[in-house]
């Protein structure tokens, strides 16, 4: 079993893993969060960057990724995903 995690690319047999490019990330047996293995370790400048998206801020980007086309229905693209967007533009907060 390995340490540390990997990320790996996962074959696209599915409409919702080809629309998320199906890229998952497999955990080993340490169990330090990313980025303190990141900064623990010697990995390559850039290879792990990390998000945080302020609550308040979560609004606006939404609105920002709805505009750009990216919808609950583009990433998840089965009925699940149509009942979010839905939902969403019909402003239940979801």
Do not use: W
Not at 15 to 26: E, H, I, K, P
Not at 46 to 59: E, R, S, W, Y
Not at 84 to 92: D, Q, S, T, V, Y
């Amino acid at each position: 079993m390995y340490a540390e995690p990997v990320a790996i690319t996962g074959g696209a047999n599915t409409q919702r893993m080809l629309a998320q490019r199906g890229v998952f990330t497999m955990f080993g047996s340490d169990i330090r969060a990313m980025d303190d293995l990141y900064t623990a370790n010697d990995y390559p400048e850039g290879c792990l960057t990390k998000l945080v998206v302020p609550p308040d801020c979560i609004a606006s980007v939404l609105g920002t990724l709805h505009a750009m086309g990216y919808t609950d229905s583009v990433a998840y693209p089965d009925l699940h995903g149509l009942a979010l967007e839905l939902k969403r533009l019909n402003g239940f907060n979801l």
